[in-house]
T-cell receptor
């Protein structure tokens, strides 16, 4: 059973460009979570999605950031008009049922904004 | 004040030592407690998951939760160089906050031969 998959693993963007990060949850998992890890800091919750629904986006910056988890295909975290402060590691996690089990993390996408 | 406080270390111990890692928290709504291990430039890996006060043991690892003191610990017995990693505590309130993990800053552990 493959784990959570994220791609790309590394992404370089110039200021003002768009970044698209993809996450494929573990087989059988329908709940996806995105976290951001800034240098020297712990992971910070961004958003929790189920298929076609955003459940909790309380950790998402109000502007430039969006997330989706369509019926088919991976979850996408989209950052528009990136700035240097967006440089971080972005982790996706998945779970089968948040009421019963905790989350399993992917390897992360490391975004560098030049 | 952060909801979850964790001493970032770094912590350096000799092989075979007992390691104690700790987190305190301020949000009494937290019900579920986890410890993750994160190797350099990798994703966090779940080590322990508990939801009640007391001890839970898994091999060389013991997780301890004291809800009355808002304090959790992870003990590693007979530490090995392969245990060298960053250890993150994480907590979840449940209810309407299901799925939202709050992490500590992480403690960097080095076990030297």
């Amino acid at each position: 059973n493959a784990g959570v998959m994220q791609n790309p693993r590394h992404l370089v963007r110039r200021r003002g460009q768009e970044a698209r990060l993809r996450c494929s949850p573990m087989k059988g998992h329908s709940h996806v979570y995105w976290y951001r890890q800034l240098p020297e800091e712990g992971l910070k919750f961004m958003v929790y999605l189920q298929k076609e629904n955003i459940i909790d986006e309380s950790g998402m910056p109000k502007e430039r950031f969006s997330a989706e988890f369509p019926k088919e295909g991976p979850s996408i975290l989209r950052i528009q008009q990136v700035v240097r402060g967006d440089s971080a590691a972005y982790f996706c996690a998945s779970s089968p049922d948040p009421n019963q089990e905790t989350q399993y993390f992917g390897p992360g996408t490391r975004l560098l904004v030049l | 004040q952060k909801e979850v406080e964790q001493d970032p270390g770094p912590l350096s111990v000799p092989e075979g030592a007992i390691v104690s890692l700790n987190c305190t928290y301020s949000n009494s709504a937290f019900q579920y407690f986890m410890w993750y291990r994160q190797y350099s430039r990798k994703g966090p890996e779940l080590l322990m998951y508990t939801y009640s006060s007391g001890n839970k043991e898994d091999g060389r690892f013991t997780a301890q939760v004291d809800k009355s003191s808002k304090y959790i610990s992870l003990f590693i017995r007979d530490s090995q160089p392969s245990d060298s990693a960053t250890y993150l505590c994480a907590m979840e309130a449940g209810g309407t906050s299901y799925g939202k993990l709050t992490f500590g800053q992480g403690t960097i552990l080095t076990v030297h031969p």
